[in-house]
């Protein structure tokens, strides 16, 4: 700051931004600390270290980023404006000339609220006639060469003029029409009142020809810089006398920023945009509709995933060597499922976030279900669901990203690593809110709802696009926030996909128990993430609004005379086990159709049921007669079943019954399995027994294992689990957001911290900042005196780390050694040995 400018300050003005923190209340430090929460990683030891650490180039870029378009805009303008710049010059570069008498209330409003976001986030300090950017963000928003202003300004005359030689300097003011002056500075000034005055800045444009005001029109917008020759033409040279273009290197050319400001009517931003684009509504369906839609789709994801590990009982497929799944694993998975590839994907890493799923870290490693499957298909279906949802809404790894290539160019595949993103959560919540706004049973348009995201959190920078006027080639450039745009746009698209299989919309709209989901509508749309326990309470009661819309499972099917059963509904759950393994699926959908075959019969009646159990079990469970030709499909293949037994030998097949062997050994098909007579009712085979009973199954036969005392071996289905497995934790860019409790510790420690560094001391011996040092005699004689007289000191203090520090105490009593004091700095009272105290000072009177 200079001399002239301290002159001019208030006197209760701050004079840094570690000031205008200081002259903060707690509740407006403890909003800084959850706006940017990284300021409290540690905890600052006082308002100047969270000054400094506000303004460090990592935490300016982090909190920029998460501005809306709006308010990006207003830093943007300030980044241009002089310094300090008043509200009233802020004003003018975003509404133009036309000051407060044309801009609109809602510009005026949004103003106000966008310069009080930057204060609130210390991005902006000082009063309405000194606002100041914070240094880092001005030079992160500023124009350069190299990094083009947002704005698509350039640099100011002095600064474009700043190489420049003074006798050129005064060809320029001379050909502008002005009076040569006595020195490059005063000159340059003369010309940036030229360009600042709205009259004789019109006057002078015009007088220029049409080309030159045409290549004006080209920069005007940005980029401002361009390329001429060594030899320009005739309407260029006009510009370059006038130093309406300025050299900034060899064939370089640019567009001064106050010349560009008059052409631009005094705007910083072509067009600014003050209020968020609305979220429009694309069809409108009756929430009846939308909620059983919804309900439906929420069924349909529970049975799904149940499929899914049901389908990985016995152990899944494989892990790669570089974790997750291979490609042929999904594909046969998405047939297994009978949804697409994405689809089936999406319904992998879902079990694998709610920790349904888990690698069983074997020397062959597969993955299985955890134990953890097991008490969630004992809970109610409705809660369930909202594990489900609560797990994808928190979750961090992104199942859209699969089958995609990451920075390395190697595949993504599912159950494997670099899919988390941890922007995810944020979006699908932000997504989810923006559908409250629309009346119920609304769904959105998509563009409108991109369109919405995009102003909540835009790319920093913009990109522009480049021409060729008049013999002035303007350059081009990229914005870098482009990406991780895209990226949100498709993780935006991916939460409105699947929130939709998830039965959180149905139709495209929010539902009920979506919204329930929520929490409270009341200022849903600009709430913030919920916290676990919050999110916990939200899910319990969108469970409680789902139940009564989830079909009741049956206990009952419907058996047809051509060896069906139609299941109407969902079913029990014992009902549901023991018909899977006495019939195969053969539809699904609202109501599933499940096929009687020889294979399934005789599936069953390898797990150990009989005849007469088949036929009392169906006989309770359909509401139809059993029909004939399934009882007679049932009673055959049980008469069959068992007759032929077949152990380990390497392998045998005994029989009773001669004629059956002697049709064995003629049947051709039999050849591969090597077989030969032992004795009358006796086959042994080369192949294993496994081998054998699927090769006289092919055939026709219905063998049974025996064991080695000759007791049939009943086979049923054996699930394998994991060892206990927790849900993988999601991946957060940052410290997460502190909540009130931790936010009011950390404002006191702050204050005190701050208490301790800023009190006046007494005749303080050291440097500014310095420990104070004192002999042991002395320490121990202020000590006591303190106790007496009931005054705060200040002391030095190394911990057992080796850690100095400053305190603010006021001593209690002194003994043993130890001061036992009430600590201002930590707001409690604490008991210090007193040789880690480095010395010790009194405070000033006041």
């Given at each position: 700051m200079s001399t002239d400018e301290q002159a001019q300050r208030p006197a209760d003005t701050p004079r840094s931004l570690a000031e205008a923190l200081r002259s903060r209340g707690d509740e407006s430090l403890g909003?800084?600390?959850?706006?940017?929460?990284?300021?409290?990683?540690?905890?600052?030891?006082?308002?100047?270290?969270?000054?400094?650490?506000?303004?460090?180039?990592?935490?300016?870029?982090?909190?920029?980023?998460?501005?809306?378009?709006?308010?990006?805009?207003?830093?943007?303008?300030?980044?241009v404006a002089p310094e300090p710049a008043t509200y009233a010059e802020l004003h003018a570069l975003i509404a133009g000339d036309q000051g407060s008498d044309g801009?609109?209330?809602?510009?005026?409003?949004?103003?106000?609220?966008?310069?009080?976001?930057?204060?609130?986030?210390?991005?902006?300090?000082?009063?309405?006639?000194?606002?100041?950017?914070?240094?880092?963000?001005?030079?992160?928003?500023?124009?350069?060469?190299?990094?083009?202003?947002?704005?698509?300004?350039?640099?100011?005359?002095?600064?474009?003029?700043?190489?420049?030689?003074?006798?050129?300097?005064?060809?320029?003011?001379?050909?502008?029409?002005?009076?040569?002056?006595?020195?490059?500075?005063?000159?340059?000034?003369?010309?940036?009142?030229?360009?600042?005055?709205?009259?004789?800045?019109?006057?002078?444009?015009?007088?220029?020809?049409?080309?030159?005001?045409?290549?004006?029109?080209?920069?005007?917008?940005?980029?401002?810089?361009?390329?001429?020759?060594?030899?320009?033409a005739r309407h260029l040279r006009w510009l370059l006398d006038r130093g309406l273009l300025l050299p900034t290197s060899p064939g370089t050319v640019v567009l001064p920023r106050e010349a560009a400001l008059h052409l631009r009517a005094g705007r910083a931003h072509r067009v600014i945009e003050p209020a968020p684009p609305a979220v429009q509504p694309l069809r409108e369906h009756r929430p009846q509709v939308v909620d059983a839609t919804a309900a439906g789709q929420a069924y349909t994801a529970l049975a799904t995933v149940e499929e899914l590990l049901k389908d990985w009982d016995e152990g899944g497929p494989t892990v790669l060597r570089a974790g997750g799944l291979s490609v042929r694993d999904l594909k046969r998975t998405a047939v297994a499922l009978d949804v697409p590839e994405p689809v089936a994907a999406f319904w992998v890493e879902l079990a694998y976030a709610a920790g349904l799923v888990a690698s069983d870290g074997e020397a062959d490693e597969r993955y299985a279900a955890t134990p953890a499957y097991d008490d969630w298909q004992e809970m109610p279906a409705a809660e369930r669901w909202s594990a489900l949802v609560t797990a994808w809404l928190t979750a961090t790894r992104t199942a859209g990203l699969i089958g995609g290539r990451d920075g390395k160019d190697r595949t993504l595949s599912a159950l494997g690593p670099h899919l988390d993103r941890s922007s995810a959560p944020e979006i699908r919540h932000r997504v989810l809110t923006l559908l409250t706004t629309l009346p119920d049973g609304a769904s959105p348009t998509p563009d409108s709802l991109l369109a919405r995201l995009r102003w909540e959190r835009p790319p920093r920078g913009s990109s522009g696009g480049g021409a060729s006027a008049g013999g002035v080639s303007t350059g081009s450039s990229t914005s870098a926030g482009n990406a991780p745009l895209e990226l949100r746009a498709r993780i935006a698209q991916w939460t409105l996909n699947e929130a939709e299989l998830l039965g959180i919309t149905g139709r495209g709209a929010l539902s009920s128990h979506g919204r329930a989901l929520l929490g409270s509508e009341e200022g849903a749309a600009t709430a913030p993430a919920p916290s676990p326990a919050e999110l916990a309470a939200s899910a319990a009661r969108a469970a409680r609004l789902l139940t009564p819309l989830l079909p009741e499972p049956l206990d009952h099917v419907l058996l047809q005379a051509d060896l069906t059963a139609v299941a109407p509904g969902p079913l029990e759950r014992p009902l549901a086990e023991t018909l899977a393994v006495l019939a195969d699926v053969e539809s699904k959908g609202g109501a599933t159709v499940y096929r009687f075959t020889p294979g399934s019969v005789r599936?069953?009646?390898?797990?150990?049921?009989?005849?007469?159990?088949?036929?009392?079990?169906?006989?309770?469970?359909?509401?139809?007669?059993?029909?004939?030709?399934?009882?007679?499909?049932?009673?055959?293949?049980?008469?069959?079943?068992?007759?032929?037994?077949?152990?380990?030998?390497?392998?045998?097949?005994?029989?009773?019954?001669?004629?059956?062997?002697?049709?064995?050994?003629?049947?051709?098909?039999?050849?591969?399995?090597?077989?030969?007579?032992?004795?009358?009712?006796?086959?042994?085979?080369?192949?294993?027994?496994?081998?054998?009973?699927?090769?006289?199954?092919?055939?026709?036969?219905?063998?049974?294992?025996?064991?080695?005392?000759?007791?049939?071996?009943?086979?049923?289905?054996?699930?394998?689990?994991?060892?206990?497995?927790?849900?993988?934790?999601?991946?957060?860019?940052?410290?997460?957001?502190?909540?009130?409790?931790?936010?009011?510790?950390?404002?006191?420690?702050?204050?005190?911290?701050?208490?301790?560094?800023?009190?006046?001391?007494?005749?303080?011996?050291?440097?500014?900042?310095?420990?104070?040092?004192?002999?042991?005699?002395?320490?121990?004689?202020?000590?006591?005196?303190?106790?007496?007289?009931?005054?705060?000191?200040?002391?030095?203090?190394?911990?057992?780390?080796?850690?100095?520090?400053?305190?603010?105490?006021?001593?209690?009593?002194?003994?043993?050694?130890?001061?036992?004091?009430?600590?201002?700095?930590?707001?409690?009272?604490?008991?210090?040995?007193?040789?880690?105290?480095?010395?010790?000072?009194?405070?000033?009177?006041?």
């Open positions: 909003a800084l600390l959850q706006a940017r929460p990284d300021l409290l990683t540690p905890v600052p030891t006082d308002l100047t270290q969270l000054a400094t650490r506000a303004a460090t180039r990592a935490s300016v870029v982090r909190a920029l980023e998460r501005l809306d378009r709006f308010t990006q805009q207003v830093a943007e303008a300030l980044a801009a609109d209330a809602a510009t005026d409003e949004a103003l106000g609220r966008a310069v009080g976001v930057l204060r609130e986030q210390a991005l902006v300090w000082g009063p309405d006639d000194r606002l100041r950017l914070v240094r880092t963000a001005r030079e992160l928003l500023a124009p350069a060469p190299q990094y083009p202003s947002p704005t698509g300004l350039g640099p100011t005359v002095a600064e474009a003029t700043a190489g420049m030689s003074p006798n050129r300097i005064q060809d320029i003011v001379t050909a502008a029409g002005l009076p040569s002056t006595h020195d490059a500075v005063s000159a340059v000034r003369s010309l940036t009142d030229l360009f600042t005055d709205r009259t004789r800045m019109s006057a002078l444009l015009d007088e220029a020809p049409a080309e030159s005001v045409e290549v004006l029109s080209r920069l005007v917008w940005g980029p401002p810089y361009g390329q001429v020759t060594a030899d320009p599936r069953a009646l390898d797990a150990g049921k009989s005849a007469s159990d088949l036929h009392a079990f169906l006989a309770a469970h359909s509401r139809t007669p059993v029909p004939q030709p399934l009882a007679y499909l049932i009673d055959d293949v049980a008469r069959k079943h068992g007759h032929l037994r077949i152990g380990a030998a390497s392998a045998y097949v005994r029989c009773d019954d001669e004629a059956l062997l002697n049709e064995i050994l003629a049947d051709k098909r039999s050849q591969g399995l090597r077989l030969r007579r032992l004795a009358p009712t006796v086959l042994a085979a080369q192949a294993d027994p496994g081998t054998l009973l699927e090769g006289l199954r092919s055939m026709g036969f219905a063998p049974a294992a025996e064991s080695a005392e000759g007791d049939v071996l009943i086979h049923r289905a054996h699930a394998h689990r994991t060892p206990p497995r927790t849900a993988p934790e999601p991946v957060h860019d940052g410290p997460p957001l502190p909540d009130d409790t931790m936010t009011g510790a950390a404002v006191r420690a702050i204050r005190a911290g701050d208490l301790a560094s800023t009190t006046p001391r007494k005749a303080a011996p050291e440097a500014t900042g310095a420990l104070p040092r004192t002999t042991a005699a002395e320490t121990l004689a202020t000590m006591q005196a303190a106790v007496l007289t009931g005054e705060a000191v200040w002391i030095g203090y190394v911990n057992a780390e080796g850690s100095a520090s400053q305190r603010v105490i006021a001593p209690i009593r002194v003994e043993g050694g130890f001061v036992t004091a009430y600590d201002h700095t930590a707001d409690e009272v604490r008991t210090y040995p007193l040789h880690r105290v480095t010395g010790v000072a009194e405070l000033a009177d006041d």
